[in-house]
Every structure is written in structure tokens, then in C-alpha cells.
């Protein structure tokens, strides 16, 4: 989606991107550890790393820049250096045989609640679409309500469990899935989907 309207667009991430999307996933997933090395992710041909970035072209845009907003992580540590994309969030994901899985959605937590979730996995189901991958699956933690939200709103439903998945706490994972995303039915409810992404980009800051 390159649009005018919308306040954060998408694209793949670039090497020149990684500082910033580092420091993004080391604010959306504190515990993970180790980080994801995302320069040895560009070079593994089954991933996929799609970044969301602020849309200069939107004229709302200039009010959404890290100088104008209070940013809490690590005393406003963005990675982000004038001149560069402002990037506010990722979404990783592989492609395995004949379905998709999807590794981790980060955002910024100061730009959540924005749609840009919401925006990335669009922008993956559109891509994956376009390769014939009619299933998608993925892993997340029991107690994340926000995650599974977002899931749930794209149609994700849950299929399994795998105990004590998480290392960290031992937390159990839910196994959600997706499909068939090649169904009329399912691009009709995507493009549903990115109605509501570009009013939420309309209705912030009206008044
Ligand atoms: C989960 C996460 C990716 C959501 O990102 P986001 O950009 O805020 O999500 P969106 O604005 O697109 O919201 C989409 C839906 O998610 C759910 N959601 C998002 N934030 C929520 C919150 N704080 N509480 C409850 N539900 C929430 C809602 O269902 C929302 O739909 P709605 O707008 O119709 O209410 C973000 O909170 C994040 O980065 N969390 C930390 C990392 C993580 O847990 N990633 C997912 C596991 S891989």
C-alpha cells in the first residue's frame, strides 16, 4: 500500500535499516535473547523482513517524527538518524514448504494502537498471496491479549498448544492458523482490513 492518506507505509528492510530495527525489537521483546541477527536474516532465502515506516507524504506526518513525541525507551534511544526512514515496526516471516510462518511482529511501544500491526500483516498476506501460499501459522505467548487480538481480527484461529514453549518464563505457546487466504471470501475481509487502517490514519490528530 503506497498511499497519501495513510500515515505509516511498508517495505522490505534494507542493511542500512538494521541499527533501527534492532533497537525495535529489543523494545517490543525485552526478554528475547539472543536478538535476532537480522543481517544474516536478509541472507537466508526463506525470510521475509517487512518494516513499517513513517509516510513522509502524509502531511500529518511531520507530528508523528521522534523530535515532537515522548519517546520513553531508553531515554528516547531510536536508532533512527535524520535523513533515514523513521521506521515503527517490523514483521518477520518464512516461508516453509507450502505455508508461512510467522516469526515475530514488533512495534515501537510509544506507536502502538496505530494500526501498524495491523499493517504489516496486510502487507504480508498481499505479498504471500501473490506466491500462492494459501496457510499461514505462528506461535505466541498465552497471555499476550494484544497479539492474540490482532490475530483473531485477521482471522487467525487457534489450533494447538506447545507447552512450556517460551524459555524465558516456560510460558505455553498457542499454535494459530491461518487459511485458505487464496479464498474470494478472505480478500474481500483484507481489503476490509485496509479500510480500517486508512481511518485510522484519518482520524488522528483531527482535532
Ligand atoms: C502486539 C503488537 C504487535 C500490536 O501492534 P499494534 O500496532 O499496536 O496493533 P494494531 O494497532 O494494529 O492493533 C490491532 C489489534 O490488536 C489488538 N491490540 C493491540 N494492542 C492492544 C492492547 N494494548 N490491548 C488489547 N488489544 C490490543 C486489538 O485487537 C487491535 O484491534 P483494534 O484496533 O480493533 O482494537 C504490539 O503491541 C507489540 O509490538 N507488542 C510487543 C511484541 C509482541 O508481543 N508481538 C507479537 C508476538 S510475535
Known sequence: MTNTNLLFICRELKKSDIE???????????????????EKELQRSQSTILVSK??????????LMPSSKNLYYKQGKTGWKKGDDFLTGFLTYWELFDEIHIMAIGVRREYTKLKIASLLLTE?????????????TLEVRKSNIPAIGLYTNFGFEIVGERKKFYPDNHENALIMSLSPI????????????QKTIESKSNSLFLD
Open 20 to 38: 533501527q530495527v534492532s533497537i525495535i525489537e529489543e523494545d517490543a521483546f525485552p526478554e528475547l535473547f539472543p536478538q535476532t541477527q537480522f
Open 54 to 63: 513513517l509516510n513522509e507524504l502524509n502531511s500529518k506526518s511531520s507530528k
Open 182 to 193: 487464496l479464498s474470494e471470501e478472505y480478500k474481500y475481509k483484507i481489503k476490509e482490513i
Open 124 to 136: 504480508c498476506i498481499n505479498k504471500i498471496i501473490k506466491k500462492s501460499f494459501n496457510k499461514i
